[in-house]
């Protein structure tokens, strides 16, 4: 990928925002490796190799969930969004704007 994660010249970004953009850049890479074993897993009749592949993908959404929890752990409002998504029961539309509305708590909270 190279630097192309950037829309602004690097050299005016920040240390941390350069740190946030390659941890961006990776969670899509793990999506799109979940992704890949997902359709490999689908087709191949082998049973031994799929196997192999269902361990792959494991070690996948392992990757995808540090590189998400370090983003999260730095950047607050998501953060709070995802704590009112994330593994709750119910609705998901219904608990997404509940997390909208904490988002904007927070807002009127920093100011």
Same mark, same amino acid.
Not at 92 to 96: L, S
């Given at each position: 990928m190279g630097f192309e994660q950037y829309h602004e010249p690097?050299? /005016?970004l920040?240390? *941390?925002t350069r740190t946030f953009a390659r941890l961006i850049a990776s969670l899509q890479e793990e999506c799109e490796a979940i992704n890949w074993y997902q359709q490999r897993i689908s087709v191949e009749q082998d049973p031994e190799a799929r @196997? %192999?592949?269902q361990h792959?993908? /494991?070690e996948e959404f392992l990757h995808f969930s540090m590189d998400l929890e370090f983003l999260l752990r730095r950047t607050p409002k998501w953060r709070v969004a995802a704590q009112r998504i994330l593994f709750k029961e119910g609705d %998901? %539309? *219904?608990?997404?704007e509940k997390g909208e509305n904490a988002v904007e708590e927070l807002? @009127? /909270?920093e100011k």
């Open positions: 690097a050299q /005016e920040s240390a *941390e @196997k %192999i592949m792959a993908q /494991e %998901i %539309i *219904e608990n997404a807002d @009127k /909270e």
